[in-house]
T-cell receptor
Framework: RKEVEQDPGPFNVPEGATVAFNCTYS??????FFWYRQDCRKEPKLLMS???SGNEDGRFTAQLNRASQYISLLIRDSKLSDSATYLC???????????FGTGTRLTIIP | EPEVTQTPSHQVTQMGQEVILRCVPI?????FYWYRQILGQKVEFLVS????????KSEIFDDQFSVERPDGSNFTLKIRSTKLEDSAMYFC???????????????FGPGTRLLVL
């Protein structure tokens, strides 16, 4: 089983729509969870950390279900600039390594 | 906003040659990392570094690889004898508390694209 599993997509979504991504992770000892965004041939950039209580940052909402080992990201009112690959990332304690999923590719269509 | 920088942005080398990839982490960060991403694949962890020593390394990080922090600012990855399969984007990252985040977060440099011929 992959350590972090994501649907690779692609998701082609019209501008203004709502889109949701899911991710599962296999290591129940994982402590921290993130969504990173990666544009083509660029570095991963932190989009948001994911907390157990769920958290929101503008149009982005992230949820974590530790019991199911499941993480989600919801993007509302999608913009053309949201087109990117979204990486689900987990980590053990403190400053341990990040483990990445393969990413979900999103294209927003005008 | 502070950022991780990397040089060179691109490197082309012949198989068997040594390469050194350079990184300047964010200045108040204490943990440093190298990751790589082969074209079309996921980002993979190579090595982490803290307090002037390796804290963790992956199976990929074999004897051909080494890391060093030669001074107070640079963090380098050396590949001693490059192979074709070393062709990838190499990302440096550093970790610390930045801005109003209470979670230790890793910030990535723009990467060095290495092509081994």
């Amino acid at each position: 089983r992959k350590e972090v599993e994501q649907d690779p997509g692609p998701f082609n979504v019209p501008e203004g729509a709502t889109v949701a991504f899911n991710c599962t992770y296999s290591n129940s000892a994982s402590q921290s969870f993130f969504w990173y965004r990666q544009d083509c041939r660029k570095e991963p950039k932190l989009l948001m950390s994911v907390y157990s209580s769920g958290n929101e940052d503008g149009r982005f909402t992230a949820q974590l279900n530790r019991a199911s080992q499941y993480i989600s990201l919801l993007i509302r009112d999608s913009k053309l600039s949201d087109s990117a690959t979204y990486l689900c990332v987990v980590r053990g304690f403190g400053n341990e390594k990040l483990t990445f999923g393969t990413g979900t590719r999103l294209t927003i269509i005008p | 906003e502070p950022e991780v920088t990397q040089t060179p942005s691109h490197q082309v080398t012949q198989m068997g040659q040594e390469v050194i990839l350079r990184c300047v982490p964010i200045s108040n960060h204490l943990y440093f990392y190298w990751y790589r991403q082969i074209l079309g694949q996921k980002v993979e962890f190579l090595v982490s570094f803290y307090n002037n020593e390796i804290s963790e390394k992956s199976e990929i990080f074999d004897d051909q690889f080494s890391v060093e922090r030669p001074d107070g600012s640079n963090f380098t990855l050396k590949i001693r004898s490059t192979k074709l399969e070393d062709s990838a984007m190499y990302f440096c990252a550093s970790s610390g508390l930045t801005g109003d985040s209470w979670v230790e977060t890793q910030y990535f440099g723009p990467g060095t694209r290495l092509l081994v011929l």
